[in-house]
């Protein structure tokens, strides 16, 4: 089993930064993926980023250039800097790892741009 627990998420203005973090204990050893996802109201959820064991990372097209993930692998953390946010990239986002071939999810923290 694989806790997660999430934090950073809040209120931005159009063109704002927000830094989310996401720090995950328990059976951390058999983390082999490590992402962010979103879902907007009314939407599907998305993949935004992920970093895998190795250190490839993978963006959605829609936050290429404005997002990076990292990782840092002493705290069990995986960050999400967002940068240049937009009204569109108002959502609840979830921090996701894969361990052991199972998928876990953090509980959200909500991002909202907003004028």
Known sequence: ?????????????????????CAASGSTFSINVRG????????????????????????ADSV?????????NAKNTVYL????????DTAVYYCNVVAGGRAFWGQGTQVTVSS
């Not at 290429?64 to 840092?72: A, E, P, V």
């Not at 800097?81 to 569109?88: G, I």
């Open 36 to 59: 962010w996802y979103r879902q907007a109201p009314g939407k599907q959820r998305e993949l935004v980023a992920r970093i895998a064991i190795g250190g490839t990372t993978n963006y």
């Open 1 to 21: 089993q694989v806790q997660l627990v999430e934090s950073g998420g809040g209120l931005v203005q159009p063109g704002g930064s927000l830094r989310l973090s």
């Open 81 to 88: 800097q967002m940068n240049s946010l937009k009204p569109e």
């Open 64 to 72: 290429k250039g404005r997002f990076t993930i990292s990782r840092d």
